[in-house]
């Protein structure tokens, strides 16, 4: 072997190794520039903030509009012309007492109630002078809510009581009353030996005819209320006592009423009620109003019980 051909098989090899070595180098170099890093957890996604409901504070219930605008009752007296001196709410309107009742007891029932309402409280009533506070309580209704008592007894209004000063709920059905300041149902009028500013104003009334388009001609007084009849009465005699007299009051006089055309006045006389004053009577027959005629013309009364009627020129019942 030549020098040249020894010389060429040496440096294949020679040239191999020194791309091993710049390849060891250079292996190194990427291993000390990339340093190992340690994996870390991806940063957890941060949302975005939600709305959230505040809490509600907790409070004490909120008294309804109608409990927080409660005014107490107040209780007056008044006096009646009819029956004295009564017990009234603020506005002048009658309270009433229920024989049926029991001392600090209501027996008033629901559908009761509604015809019936309460003085409610809410246990300090206003009392107005003459009223008797050792008389004053309060008793438990079904529905949690108190009534006023007077004397122990439940007190009540009475619907048809339109207007301060009616007192139409006296007697009605034998167990509703006024009750007067000493605690104690009035049952009948208490006759006053002194002229009450009404009588002395009296005017008196004046008995007209008029046509009803369906009862024909009838007893009317000078401003066209319709007059009546009581087929219970006795020939100049009431028998309409003081509650009765509430819903039908009397056709007053002091004995010399005025008379229209067509009325006889050979029929024309008076009757004395309990209380010392003069019912008009028409042939023989006392006459009176009904409290639910409210303008001219009513005939409301008519039939009433199958014992009230309107009467004719002549005398008669009509329609009986």
């Known amino acids: 072997m030549n020098t040249q051909s020894q010389f060429l098989s040496i440096k294949k090899p020679v040239r191999l190794i020194s791309m091993l070595v710049i390849l060891v180098f250079a292996l190194a170099a990427c291993q000390s520039t990339a340093k190992p890093t340690t994996p870390t957890k991806a940063p957890a996604a941060v949302s975005p903030p939600t709305a959230t409901t505040a809490p509600v504070p907790t409070s004490a219930p909120v008294a309804s509009p109608t409990a927080a605008a409660f ?49 409610l409280t809410q246990g300090t009533p206003k009392l107005g002078d003459g009223v008797n506070a050792s008389l004053v309580g309060s008793a438990m209704l079904a529905d949690g809510t108190q009534i006023v008592t007077y004397n122990k007894m439940p007190l009540y209004y009475w619907v048809n009581d339109t207007m301060s000063g009616q007192t139409t709920g006296q007697d009605v059905g ?12 009035v049952e009948a009028a208490e006759a006053s ?30 401003k066209g209320m319709t007059l009546y ?69 009513d005939t409301t009364g008519q039939g009433v019980g199958s014992v009230w009627y309107v009467v004719s020129p002549d005398g008669k019942a009509v329609g009986r």
């Open 71 to 119: 005014d107490e009752p107040t209780i007056n007296v008044f006096t009646d012309p009819v029956l004295g001196k009564i017990l009234v709410d603020g506005k002048g309107m009658t309270l009433y007492i229920f024989t049926k009742d029991e001392p600090g007891k209501s027996n008033c029932n629901a559908g009761c109630l509604a015809k019936w309402p309460p003085l």
């Open 174 to 185: 034998g167990v509703w009353y006024v009750v007067s300041p000493d605690g104690m149902k």
């Open 193 to 222: 030996p002194t002229s009450t500013p009404a009588a002395a104003a009296f005017d008196e009334p004046t008995i007209n005819v008029f046509t009803d388009p369906v009862l024909g001609q009838i007893l009317v007084d000078g």
């Open 229 to 297: 009849i009581f087929t219970k009465d006795e020939p100049g005699k009431s028998n309409c006592n003081a509650g009765c007299l509430v819903k039908w009051p009397p056709f007053l006089t002091k004995g010399s009423p005025k008379l229209g055309a067509g009325v006889d006045d050979s029929k024309l006389g008076t009757a004395t009620l309990a209380d010392g004053t003069l019912i008009v009577t028409y042939n023989q027959m006392p006459l009176y109003y009904w409290f639910k005629d409210t303008q001219p013309g």
